[in-house]
């Protein structure tokens, strides 16, 4: 090797002088630290008090949730919790996988802007997501009653009591269902010592992580009235209600197991009530929307009045056409059971609602004592259907006055028959005036030993029902069916009884027994006749969800006849 010159090496000093010190390698993502613990992001109230602000927060990931058709993001979770019971240690990080795929036990640091989204406290939009090892958070155990669920959202927890189902209204729309603690939930104005503040801290709404309308697979298909336990994932929010959204599948227990026909009555005479809910013979009004709808919903209502098997069955929400929807129900049954086993009384004033009440009854177990009577009154907007009745070779007469009182829906906004925040709901006092009208008619026309009965649309300890009994009226239900059973309708993942048989002191001594057959109540919408969003397999020509209301059943043990 030559030695170099004296001006060389002048030269390359120069070079190595003008070039300074070599460049800086640049930092690691994970060399980034927080700048917030997530306490501090969630803060102790409702909001985050660092709302707009970019920061930058560190956490274990427990729950993924990132593709498109789920939640677009990920719950992460401080493992060294403050001291703060106020305070969640949980953060839900709006990032979808496009950002960075992350996976339940990475550590991550994560840095967006802190949000309040329609009451939910996130990270949104998220700019970075580094994966900096693994860790672990525990799940916490938590108990309901709940005293809010502020302190704990965005939280990995787990709920070691059991749990029952009180709603699977969205099961099979969104994929929800409303667990409960201390067993099933019951509408506050049906029974005594339900406290409505109680219903809600006893409730917890379970998600299945997405955000996919009518999903293909589904979670389990309960009844309500079945049992979890063991429930464990990480509490969300979104559409005004604290979501958990599970981490691990949720085993259910068959708490509530379905009857196949109702429990037995006693008695030589069997009368039944039971809501259609809308059997309508012309197409796309309401009820079925074609012919094959129209099919499915005749063959479960064939079923369902099959298993019921009763004497003479008080019907409600058939189609107000003559005689030819209630005929045509009629043609169906007897199809199954044998021609003539059942007839149909023609009501002889329906009025003009769409719907009317119906009345079957067999002729080889009963005989009308007289015509059908109504009334005109305006105050009904269906009229009442009412006939008396004697078993087969005479006895003792009783008459079924068959109802469905104004509904709770289509509320005035002003005016006595608005709603007044009394949990009755609207058109209350119209209900009131119908159940008084209704003893009018029993004292006026000498009704011999009459049952009120259908659909009242008044639970059971609200005024039109204390009307009745007050009128001197027995509720037959409240006597003899044991009060967890005594519902036959949910609403809002409530449970009470819409639908009631009320009879005279007279009758009343011959009353032996009643049930309610619990085949729709119980049942999600998704297992109705219905091909809308219903996956395809899932419909079974059987009585289960045969309707919304569940039928009831009374056993007369009455002198005379045969």
């Not at 960075?100 to 949104?124: H, I, M, Q, Y």
């Not at 939009?125 to 502020?150: M, N, Q």
């Not at 008044?458 to 967890?484: C, M, N």
Request: aromatic share 6%; net charge negative; glycine share 10%.
């Amino acid at each position: 090797m030559r030695a170099l010159s004296q001006a060389s090496l002048a030269a390359l000093l120069a070079v190595a002088l003008c070039a300074g010190p070599a460049a800086a390698e640049p930092a690691a993502p994970c060399d980034t630290p927080a700048t917030h613990r997530i306490n501090q992001v969630q803060g102790d109230g409702d909001a985050t008090p660092l709302a707009g602000q970019t920061v930058r927060v560190e956490g274990i990931v427990t729950g993924d949730f990132q593709r498109s058709d789920q939640l677009s993001g990920f719950f992460l979770q401080d493992p060294r919790p403050d001291a703060d019971p106020r305070t969640s240690e949980g953060l839900f990080a709006f990032a979808r996988d496009s950002v960075k795929d992350v996976k339940p036990g990475d550590r991550v640091l994560v840095t967006g802007r802190a949000t309040e989204f329609n009451g939910w406290t996130e990270l949104s939009p998220v700019t970075a997501v580094d994966v900096c090892g693994t860790g672990r958070v525990k799940a916490r155990s938590y108990r309901l009653p709940s005293d809010g669920l502020e302190p704990v959202e965005n939280m990995l927890l787990t709920f070691p009591q059991p749990l029952t189902v009180s709603e699977h209204y969205n099961l099979g729309r969104f994929g929800e269902v409303v667990l409960s603690s201390q067993g099933r939930l019951f509408q506050p104005t049906d029974r005594r010592g339900v406290d409505a503040a109680l219903n809600e801290r006893r409730s917890l709404l379970v998600d299945d992580g997405s955000t996919r309308e009518n999903p293909a697979t589904l979670p389990p298909i309960v009844r309500t009235g079945d049992v979890a336990a063991g429930v464990t994932g990480v509490l969300g929010y979104g559409f005004g209600a604290y979501r958990l959204q599970p981490t691990k599948p949720v085993n259910y227990l068959n708490a509530n197991p379905r009857l196949p026909k109702p429990f037995p009555v006693v008695g030589n005479v069997k009368v039944a009530s039971f809501n259609t809910l809308n059997w309508f013979t012309t197409l796309g009004s309401r009820g079925a929307s074609d012919a094959e709808e129209q099919q499915r919903q005749l063959a479960k209502l064939v079923a369902a009045l099959k298993g019921l098997n009763a004497d003479a069955v008080a019907l409600m929400e058939v189609e107000n056409n003559g005689q030819t929807a209630l005929q045509a129900l009629v043609d169906a049954v007897n199809a199954q059971v044998g021609a003539g086993t059942y007839a149909a009384l023609a009501h002889p004033f329906p009025g003009t609602d769409a719907i009317q009440v119906g009345l079957i009854y067999k002729p080889a177990k009963l005989t009308p004592v007289g015509a059908a009577k109504s009334s005109q009154d305006a105050v009904f907007s269906r009229p009442p259907l009412i006939q008396t009745f004697r078993r087969k070779g005479g006895g003792q007469p009783f008459t079924m006055l068959v109802n469905h009182l104004k509904s709770k829906g289509s509320c005035p906004s002003s005016g006595p028959d608005a709603d007044q925040g009394d949990g009755q709901s609207c058109w209350n006092p119209t209900r009131v005036a119908q159940a008084q009208a209704l003893l009018g008619l029993v004292e006026d026309q000498d009704l011999p030993n009459p049952i009120v009965l259908g659909d009242l649309n008044a639970y059971g300890e609200e005024d039109p029902i204390d009307t009745l009994e007050a009128g001197g009226l027995t509720s037959v239900t409240k006597r003899f069916v044991p009060e967890p059973l005594r519902y036959s309708y949910l609403f809002d993942g409530l449970a009470g009884e819409l639908d009631h048989a009320l009879v005279g002191r007279q009758l009343l001594k011959r009353v032996t027994s009643a049930t309610i057959w619990h085949i729709n109540s119980d049942e999600p919408r998704i297992r109705d006749y219905n091909q809308e969003f219903n996956p395809p397999g899932l419909y079974q020509p059987d009585a289960y969800r045969s309707s919304d209301h569940d039928p009831l059943v009374i056993g007369l043990t009455l002198p005379g006849g045969h």
